[in-house]
């Protein structure tokens, strides 16, 4: 799976976001490197860039599962609350959605980010989105 077949968007691709692989059950991993597009203090992340991680995670899981669907509606997002766990160091971080109800209207996500131990991650996100269905004449997003 690559980032182009996801779609990511311009800020994913600006912090060096790529989707790197899948889960089992097809959900995408998404990875970025460390760098000085995602530095804070030093040689630690941003806080904001951990949250653009979690949050492009969490909509690469959705899109990939809608788009199985066969739906591809414009996302709106509701609210999306992230919790930072622990310091991101200077390495790579990665980070994976898992959808925990997906309606017509409305889906709800959980995210975890992590570096070198998965069952240790640095932050978690939930995510609540809008899903509205485009008209025949809009074209996709971009």
């Given amino acids: 799976m690559t980032d182009t077949a996801l779609e990511l968007p311009a800020y994913a691709r600006s912090l060096g976001i790529t989707a790197t692989g899948a889960e089992e059950g097809g959900m995408p991993v998404l990875t ?12 630690h992340f941003h806080g904001g860039a951990t949250a653009g991680l979690l ?5 690469a899981a959705l899109r ?3 788009l199985a669907g066969g739906r591809d509606p414009q996302l709106k997002p509701i609210n999306i609350t992230v919790q930072y766990l622990a ?34 991650p640095i932050a978690t996100a939930v995510l609540n ?13 971009g």
Avoid: C, H
């Fill in 32 to 43: 970025v490197d460390f760098g000085n597009m995602v530095e804070g203090r030093p040689q």
């Fill in 55 to 59: 949050e492009n995670a969490g909509y």
């Fill in 64 to 66: 990939t599962a809608l």
């Fill in 87 to 120: 310091a991101g160091k200077s390495q790579e971080s990665f980070a994976v959605g898992r959808i925990t109800r997906l309606g017509r209207r409305n889906a709800n996500i959980t995210v975890e980010a992590w570096q070198t131990d998965r069952a240790r």
């Fill in 129 to 141: 989105i809008l899903m509205v269905e485009r008209s025949p004449d809009q074209n996709s997003p």
